[in-house]
């Protein structure tokens, strides 16, 4: 069963969001910042995901992603702000931090020439789990991650989907009650992908919290509550329902006409509608704030000669909330350096 999420508003530095020293949350974060020189790759951010929650940490490639969870995990250390995770400071102890929480980074940190079993006793080792209890967890992770056969092959001859397993196995050997995932999907098959995140599921369902980064949308769905974060800012938060009740404002709408192409260019330079994506022979419209409804897209088609066989208004999926967000933001950036330049300042720089 899905646990419920609580969703926190995104509209300002703190807004709505628990203490630093929550127990009810496993990260909590105020005002999180991470400047390279004069670059701020991550830009004041409060988080929070809850105990036992799959929070999905939703941007594209440069976001910022990366960069906040290893700020989180204790690797980097911020530049402002603060952070608790399972109620250690990050910044006043961070060998802590690394030694209580499991990390999963894209590369899949695994050592090639050792085999399964190898490498999961030489993570047992480095996250000290007791001699006496080592082969007892090591034999749970090869059940979890359906390893069961394969004990003895070396991780290099491991297809990409059984390194993902054996990676996640190395990250939970030591039983820790909140993992990091950085985009641990890149790269895998979609089969693997769905496998993956059955298992990632059934952590969470146990009470095990997870923070993933993600930039695929339909791993977002799957996720109790989403984070979607834009050139280093955090533009909205909460669970997939919430955001796509609360902060969307927009209606979708599906159409089938006889020629997509013909119709999706006169759709294009419509100024009611902000999106147009063809899929197959139908056309999906994302509408501008308070824009006209399935009906009258029929009529704006039909009224150019276009047959429509349908048109009808269809939930907003992740995808379309987080093009909508992002385009939102694009916007306020264009016109935030355009009054700098007005103004004799220098735009702030951003990855």
Wanted: with cysteine; glycine share 10%; net charge positive.
């Amino acid at each position: 069963m899905r646990r419920p999420a609580a969703a926190a508003p995104a509209s300002g530095p703190g807004a709505g969001a628990p203490a630093l020293d929550d127990v009810g949350y496993a990260v909590v974060t105020r005002g999180l910042t991470k400047r390279f020189a004069r670059v701020l790759a991550v830009d004041h951010i409060d988080l929070a995901v809850r105990r036992g929650e799959l929070y999905g940490f939703l941007g594209p490639n440069g976001a910022g992603k990366s960069t906040t969870l290893r700020m989180l995990c204790g690797i980097m250390a911020p530049t402002d702000g603060d952070g608790r995770v399972l109620g250690i400071d990050i910044r006043a102890h961070p060998e802590r931090v690394k030694s209580a929480i499991g990390y999963m980074s894209q590369r899949f940190s695994l050592y090639d020439d050792l085999t399964v079993h190898e490498n999961l006793t030489f993570y047992a080792r480095v996250y000290m789990v007791p001699r006496a209890a080592r082969g007892d967890r090591i034999d749970r992770m090869l059940r979890l991650a359906d390893l069961l056969g394969r004990e003895r092959q070396l991780a290099a001859q491991l297809s990409g989907g059984y390194r993902q397993r054996l990676a996640l196995a190395c990250a939970l050997v030591h039983a820790p009650r909140l993992i990091f995932l950085d985009e641990p999907t890149a790269g895998v098959d979609p089969v693997s992908r769905r496998t993956f995140w059955a298992l990632i599921r059934r952590l969470a369902d146990e009470g095990t919290s997870i923070l993933v980064t993600t930039h695929y949308m339909d791993e977002a769905e799957l996720c109790d509550s989403l984070g979607f974060i834009y050139q280093g800012r955090l533009i909205a938060t909460g669970s997939p329902a919430d955001i796509k009740g609360r902060d969307f404002g927009r209606v979708v709408v599906e159409v089938s006409t006889d020629d997509p192409r013909r119709a999706g260019e006169a759709l294009s330079e419509w100024d009611a509608v902000e999106e147009v994506v063809r899929a197959g022979a139908r056309l999906r419209l994302i509408m501008t704030p308070g824009g006209p409804d399935a009906g009258a897209v029929a009529e704006f088609l039909r009224a150019r000669g276009l047959a429509v066989s349908r048109a009808i208004e269809v939930e907003p999926s992740v995808e379309d909330l987080f093009v909508a967000f992002v385009d939102t933001q694009r916007k306020g950036r264009v016109r935030e350096q355009l009054q700098a330049l007005a103004e004799g300042r220098a735009p702030r720089l951003r990855p």
